[in-house]
């Protein structure tokens, strides 16, 4: 079996890596490591503890202090200076939030703040505000339903978004498309 051989070098490198690996992909790894280097392994298990092994690459819903924690708030340090003055990037989804968004209904997240990383082209981390949450089947993000509308101040657009656990921000460093909520 193909593992990761030896792909990530340092803790954040391990944490992005996981961020970008599909559902099932984590447990599947996690369970059956092939080829994955030893240093690649005890990195997983570093920010995947053994007794974490049964969830997937979205976390489960339960008890906010047994939630899987993959990221700390230094991993957002540089990302700080574009939310305002007294509030702080959420390094991992809360309770509520993964409640809401794993049922697919309205809840606490319509009038929160939300950090998302568009293409570099078009700002890269830019702060929004979450203006509604979406009805209209017919509004589509990819070939996902949109399930938030989001204001961005910036420069005074409203944006559809599929907001997801699984897009929810590693680090910093995450890929397009992924989101942070601030508060």
């Known amino acids: 079996k193909k593992g990761l051989g030896n792909v990530t070098k340092n803790r954040e490198e391990c944490i992005n890596f996981l961020s970008c690996m599909r559902d099932g992909q ?3 790894l996690i369970n059956d490591p092939g080829d994955t280097a030893p240093a690649t392994q005890a990195l997983l298990a570093e920010v ?3 007794e974490e092994t049964e969830a997937a690459a979205e976390p489960a819903p339960v008890a ?3 939630q899987l924690c993959l990221t700390d708030s230094a991993a957002f340090n540089d990302l700080q200076s574009l939310v305002p003055l007294g509030a702080s990037i959420i390094g991992s989804p809360p309770q509520w939030l993964i409640a809401e968004l794993e049922s697919n209904s309205p809840g606490q997240l319509v009038g929160k703040s939300i950090l998302y990383k568009w293409p570099a082209k078009d700002g890269g981390w830019v702060l929004g ?3 509604c949450f979406n009805t209209d089947e017919t509004i589509m993000v ?3 339903t949109c399930n938030y509308v989001v204001f961005y101040e910036q420069d005074g657009t409203d944006a559809e978004h599929f907001l997801s656990l699984r897009k929810y921000a590693r680090s910093s460093k ?3 498309d992924h989101w942070l909520l601030v508060e």
């Open 64 to 66: 906010a202090e047994e």
């Open 142 to 144: 990819g070939k996902d």
């Open 26 to 28: 984590l447990r599947e």
């Open 174 to 176: 995450s890929r397009t």
């Open 129 to 131: 505000k979450v203006k």
């Open 48 to 50: 995947m503890p053994e």
